[in-house]
């Protein structure tokens, strides 16, 4: 979920990126949501976690920037609802119990605005559980893919990362800064195998790294791909597997 609305391939999405929400489900432990109660999913994508929280009997709304993926997610589960919101701008005031946020938060320009959003949304005494990329996530594939950059002309292809992926230190006081008390925080290696096989960090590129394609042009895309495999290759490319170097930050927080 991005601050402001984009365009996403929902379909890519739900085909070859399924351990997006299949992770999430962790969080679903530290959620702990009950029948009745009202819970907020900020960054939903097609859906698929959404309507699992929705099986515990809670009242749920799954909210993305992407009209695309909001569609979809509708599609699939239609007794669900979702709407298409901005994370730094959603129209909630002490409305929900509870605030989900799983693998969506780091692609938010306006970190600050989407906590205070997200406070707004909770009611006084509930709690935020979230999981996002933190600081190191995906250190071995962002070297590979700005040295593939550097080696088509693009000067300071670190400038196009749209990411935020902070350390516990710098993201618990930006959450208590807006009355969010953390009483959990944990930053994690999570090593993630790829689908697709051979294919694999082709597809993750197309999916989540179209800041680094749509920096050139389209005839030299292809050696793009090719570069950017090769240059991973040795830290991430074994046995016919893709494994990305995911790095989590998961924190819980109570609204004060």
Not at 31 to 59: H, M, S, Y
Not at 181 to 189: G, S, T
Request: charged share 20%.
């Amino acid at each position: 979920m991005k601050s402001k609305p984009d365009s996403w391939n929902s379909e890519l999405y739900q085909s070859s990126h399924s351990f997006v929400w299949q992770y999430g489900r962790d969080l679903l432990v530290l959620l702990n949501a009950k029948p009745g109660e009202r819970i907020l999913d900020v960054g939903c994508g097609t859906g698929q976690l959404t309507a699992e929280i929705a099986q515990f009997g809670a009242e749920v709304v799954g909210v993305d920037s992407s009209p695309e993926m909001i569609q979809t997610a509708q599609g699939n589960f239609p007794q669900v609802v979702f709407e298409v919101a901005d994370a730094a701008a959603m129209p909630y005031s002490r409305e929900f119990d509870l605030v989900i946020s799983n693998a969506a938060l780091h692609w938010v320009r306006d970190q600050r605005g989407a906590i205070a959003s997200i406070a707004r949304a909770l009611k006084p005494g509930g709690r935020l559980v979230l999981e996002m990329g933190g600081r190191g996530n995906l250190r071995h594939l962002l070297e590979a893919v700005y040295q593939a950059l550097r080696a088509l002309g693009i000067a300071n292809p670190e400038q196009l990362s749209p990411w935020s992926f902070p350390s516990i230190g710098e993201y618990a006081p930006l959450l208590e800064s807006q009355g969010l008390e953390v009483d959990f925080a944990v930053l994690f290696d999570r090593a993630t195998i790829l689908e697709g096989g051979e294919r694999g960090l082709k597809l993750w590129l197309e999916m989540f790294g179209r800041f680094a394609v749509e920096a050139i042009a389209p005839e030299q895309r292809k050696e793009f791909f090719s570069l950017a495999d090769k240059f991973a290759a040795p830290a991430l490319f074994h046995n016919g597997v893709w494994t990305i170097d995911y790095k989590r930050l998961r924190l819980v927080a109570v609204k004060l």
